[in-house]
T-cell receptor, first 113, second 112 residues
Framework: NAGVTQTPKFQVLKTGQSMTLQCAQD?????MSWYRQDPGMGLRLIHY???????DQGEVPNGYNVSRSTTEDFPLRLLSAAPSQTSVYFC????????????FGPGTRLTVL | GNSVTQMEGPVTLSEEAFLTINCTYT??????LFWYVQYPGEGLQLLLK?????DKGSNKGFEATYRKETTSFHLEKGSVQVSDSAVYFC???????????FGEGTQLTVNP
């Protein structure tokens, strides 16, 4: 049981480039989400999904897209990276939308030049 | 809306010192409250939780009591170790919103 996994661990992009951050969980959790972590701001919710085929926006969705074609995977896409998207990104999952305990991946540190 | 406020850091202590990290919250209903810990280079891990007023969560020597009257959930440990050096996040969850709301995080450094 690997829990929540994320790849890559580190990434450097140039402004305007695109990339996908991968996230997978093997706990058969319905609910998955993406956060970004910035100094002094805690964790902010980007997008979330309550089940396969269903996604919705969080607090800071602009510049990011998501899809949920399977229960296990929840990739985060940056279509045109900007320096303001330099951050640490965490994927998380929990059993259902109304379950309170959440499990986090190890994070992806992204730098946009 | 919901919000969580943590004491400002960073906090630096000597080994075996007493730790308190303050956390207060604003919520419309009856949230569950959490402390998560993030060790260097890792993701967040659940440290402890409490789901109703006067509940005490505890784990690894850390404790926090859900105080509805003061809307607080302060984290305490009687004797910290160097290995406790990490960032600590207070968080709340309300079923109505189905979202976790996090505080800003408090960096703790414990020196030998």
């Amino acid at each position: 049981n690997a829990g929540v996994t994320q790849t890559p661990k580190f990434q450097v992009l140039k402004t305007g480039q695109s990339m996908t951050l991968q996230c997978a969980q093997d706990m058969n959790h319905e609910y998955m989400s993406w956060y970004r972590q910035d100094p002094g701001m805690g964790l902010r919710l980007i997008h979330y999904s309550v089940g396969a085929g269903i996604t919705d926006q969080g607090e800071v969705p602009n510049g990011y897209n998501v899809s949920r074609s399977t229960t296990e995977d929840f990739p985060l896409r940056l279509l045109s990276a900007a320096p303001s998207q330099t951050s640490v990104y965490f994927c998380a999952s929990r059993r259902t939308a109304t379950t309170d305990t959440q499990y986090f991946g190890p994070g992806t540190r992204l730098t946009v030049l | 809306g919901n919000s969580v406020t943590q004491m400002e850091g960073p906090v630096t202590l000597s080994e075996e010192a007493f730790l308190t990290i303050n956390c207060t919250y604003t919520a419309t209903g009856y949230p569950s409250l959490f402390w998560y810990v993030q060790y260097p280079g890792e993701g967040l891990q659940l440290l402890l939780k409490a789901t109703k007023a006067d509940d005490k969560g505890s784990n690894k020597g850390f404790e926090a009591t859900y105080r509805k009257e003061t809307t607080s959930f302060h984290l305490e440990k009687g004797s910290v170790q160097v290995s406790d050096s990490a960032v600590y996040f207070c968080a709340l969850y309300e079923t109505s919103g189905s979202r976790l709301t996090f505080g800003e995080g408090t960096q703790l450094t414990v020196n030998p």
